[in-house]
């Protein structure tokens, strides 16, 4: 009998639902565990090596657990631990153990969609302040102009389920209007949080509507089923009966309340401990 091993997909807590949940429409086939550690939660605030250490405890969890593909759907963890897990860590695992992030399919696909090659970028203060995104498409576009607005208040708008009052709309309008002051160009917005999805109708009735509005999750999506394609040694080692498992290192009560709005259906999740 084939060995099981399903797709492993990590965040900090719940954003990372919005890209599994892309990621299981462009592949449907495959099987998933989702891991979240929402005990730790957020990882905005915390230093590159602490987001190291807590992400690299979950890679050893979701790899213990067998997956051999890592996804981090997490801006946050891309941005601060994916170089190291997959420079360091992975030496010590083998070539059949892969760590992908979701920052890189983001910046890659930009050039298509921006006519200007002006593109801002909406996320959370940690992600700002490493410049991933930056970084990451000047590697790829060095004409492109990018520029930043960090908006701290989205992500616990979200979390509260406030994102849906009409008290949401002024501080998701400020920090737009904020973005568009700082380049009068942009043609296409980048939400580099997987909270924000939730927030995709507020952000749309105050982006002018010749702005292209980028989710992270179809193109990871799309990205990664590319990548199965191009690389059947880890393809082959994918199950596929269409299963999808749950775990949280807080209360499964709590995350299955909340879990539920970004995966957009209800789920039952199982807690764990990396230790």
């Known amino acids: 009998m084939k060995q099981q091993y ?9 954003g990372g639902l919005t890209v599994l949940n892309s990621i299981i429409q462009s592949l449907p086939q495959y099987d998933y565990i989702y891991l979240g550690d929402n005990a730790r939660t957020p990882y905005g605030n915390r230093s590159f090596e602490t987001v190291y250490e807590y992400t690299r405890e979950a890679v050893d969890w979701l790899f213990k657990n067998n997956c051999r593909l890592v996804i981090l759907a997490c801006n946050t963890a891309s941005a601060k631990a994916l170089r190291n897990i997959q420079q360091k860590d992975l030496l010590n695992y083998g070539p059949q153990h892969k760590v992908l992030g979701i920052i890189r399919p983001v910046t890659e696909a930009i050039d298509s969609y921006s006519k200007t090659k002006h593109v801002g970028i909406l996320a959370t203060q940690g992600t700002v302040n490493s410049e991933s995104y930056i970084i990451e498409i000047k590697k790829f576009f060095p004409e492109m102009t990018v520029v930043q607005e960090a908006c701290p208040i989205w992500v ?20 737009i209007d904020q973005l568009l002051k700082k380049d009068s160009l942009i043609d296409t917005i980048v939400l580099g949080c997987t909270h924000y999805p939730l927030l995709i109708d507020k952000i749309r009735k105050f982006v002018p509507e010749y702005i292209q509005i980028i989710s992270q999750g179809s193109i990871v999506g799309n990205k990664l089923a590319d990548y199965l394609e191009r690389h059947p040694e880890i393809e082959n080692l994918c199950s596929q009966n269409a299963s999808v498992q749950f775990y949280t290192t807080d209360s499964s009560d709590s995350f299955n309340i909340l879990a539920s ?3 957009e259906k209800e789920i039952s999740s199982i807690k764990v401990a990396f230790k």
Do not use: C, M, R, W
């Not at 389920?161 to 501080?171: I, R």
């Open 261 to 263: 709005e970004f995966f």
């Open 156 to 175: 616990p708008l979200v979390e509260t389920l406030e994102y849906k009052s009409t008290g949401a709309d002024y501080f998701v309008k400020k920090h």
């Open 6 to 14: 399903p797709i492993g997909v990590f965040d900090s807590g719940f």
